[in-house]
């Protein structure tokens, strides 16, 4: 229940819009019941022998002229209507009871399209709130979840954060914007039936009411199981959500091991496993049912039985006791269809506890609430005593660089030394665990995001391209920038001549992950959209590493270019770039073991020589 009260305060902003489905569901409610009062004067009227009931001692009835339809319609629509609004209608009541039963008609026609009317507007003003409440909710959880560290990430699979964001929230969209216009509307109508049936018989509605409990626990009962049950199976849906992305993103790798059906077999165990908690729910929403009818099956026979044996005896009106099953109908039907309701809603509230889970997760890194704007960068940068650890596993330790403004500095290490984790904690992809790391002596953790990143731009081994243009590509999220700048930074980077090329030049889609291009193209657009960007600090990150001796070439020519007049951070870059650094550091376990320039740290003949041997000679290594 907590988890559907904090769904629905994603609803309070269009509070106004429920208010009017709530009044409208009243209203309609009332026009079922005003259709339940107009039985009695039909099957007493119409119906009924020209004598009116009488009791065994031969009175009449004494409810028998409740219902005279002439009254009742003055009262229902305003006394004196028909004499006011028709006098065809005097006419009609006046020829006695062969006319009473086209009031009726006309009674009930009028009814149900007032009836149409409000449950269409009731229906629709729910629906368009559950809809905006999905949108609302769905955006939330995206933004929270582009807000995490690469860390979450680590930890949670991609398949798992598109089933959230996807399946998950689309089962919480059958409750708040389908469901919850029919759970109105019935409520209104049990409460108004409950009301109609103890206005007529309220002993025998007290003794309806022992059978309730009958009813509604087979519905409380598998309702928790059927929650269970759903929350498994989208814990399963997610496994193969993931079994899916990671087959279609890595579709040559399995074609180049021969994998297909492999991968085939293994998504089809993840499906079954699916379907047999998809089963498990099915066999609980089928039992429901035939329970649910079963029992009103025994209490209608009850009631009919009771209620012939009584019209028999002269003891009960006959159509006051058709008005009475004809609510206990239309409250049982309403009963029942809310017991599947709450099938539904139960599925979605197992979903949701998924949900709310993912958004509540913690974010590693966060801003200070009034952090201040970083302002330019000018002079220095520095680590200071900085170590990190991830969960228990230690990373980083004692780490102190110093990097001026306009300085190029190289970061050079084995596998898993830390070195990319390095350069990550700058623009605060991750927190330090201990020591500070600041631009222009201000700790970059008490500084806005968005001032920080700002100033820094990132080229990595990893290329992603957006399936977009090629210039929103460079102009990544700046829609203002003119194509005459977008041109500028594609020729910096010396990607200008091949995108005139593409079909459409600037305006060509580059499909997903921009494979429409070579590896050495994607990389070249992502250096022109970093030189427009135009940060004064950039982080490259085995830039190069991917690429053949021309496409290397060409983009090494691009990085130059970009990193000309920038402070720049190299990871393990080719030969001449690590030759041409002005700071070498290498990192050793995680602690910097050397550093200085490129001749003073040969001399050495220590970890960076025996790198140099190993891993740069000739100019033809890469080192990650």
Known sequence: MQDFLRLLRYASPYLGKLLVALVCAALASLMILALASLVPPLVNDVLASAQPHTLQDGRAHPVSDKFNVLDYSNKLLGEGWIARYSSLGQKLVAKGRSTTFLTIAALVLILYLVKGILT????????????????????????????????????????????????????????????????????????????????????????????????????VRFGKRLKITSRTSQEKMADVTNILKETITGNRIVKGFGMEEYEVHRFTDALKKVQRQELRGARLVSLSPPIMEMVGALAAALLIGYGGYQISRGAVNAGEFSSFLFSLAWLYASVKNLAKINNDFQQSMAATRRVFEMMDADVDVKEKPGAPLLPPFREIIEFKDVAFRYNVTRVLEGVNLTVRCGQIVAIVGGSGAGKTTLVNLLPRFYDVTEGVVTIDGRDIRGVTLVSLRAQIALVTQEILLFDDTV?????????????????????????????????????????????????????????????????????????????????????????NNLMRGRTVFVIAHRLSTVRNADLIMVLEGGRIVEQGNHEALLERRGAYARLYELQFREGTGTHG
């Not at 921009?514 to 070249?524: P, T």
């Not at 135009?534 to 290397?552: F, G, K, V, W």
């Open 120 to 219: 269409y507007f009731s229906t629709y003003y729910v629906r368009a709130v559950g809809l905006q409440v999905i949108l609302d909710l769905r955006r939330h959880l995206y933004d929270r979840i582009q807000r995490q560290s690469p860390a979450f990430f680590s930890s949670h699979p991609t398949g798992l954060l598109i089933s959230r964001l996807t399946s998950d929230i689309a089962r919480m969209q059958r409750t708040v914007s389908g469901d919850l216009a029919d759970v109105f509307r019935l409520s209104f109508i049990i409460v108004g039936q409950v009301l109609w049936v103890f206005y007529l018989y309220p002993r025998l509605s007290a003794v309806c009411l022992v059978i309730l409990p009958l009813v509604l626990y087979p519905i």
């Open 471 to 559: 210039r929103n590509n460079i102009a990544y999220g700046r829609q203002d920038v003119p194509l005459t700048e977008v041109e500028a930074a594609a020729r910096t980077a010396f990607a200008h001549d091949f995108i005139l090329r593409l079909p459409l030049a600037y305006d060509t889609r580059l499909g997903e992950a921009g494979h429409l291009l070579s590896v050495g193209e994607r990389q070249r657009i992502s250096i022109a959209r970093a030189l427009l960007k135009n940060s004064p600090i950039l982080i490259l990150d085995e830039a190069t590493s991917a690429l053949d001796t021309e496409s290397e070439a060409m983009v090494q020519k691009a990085l």
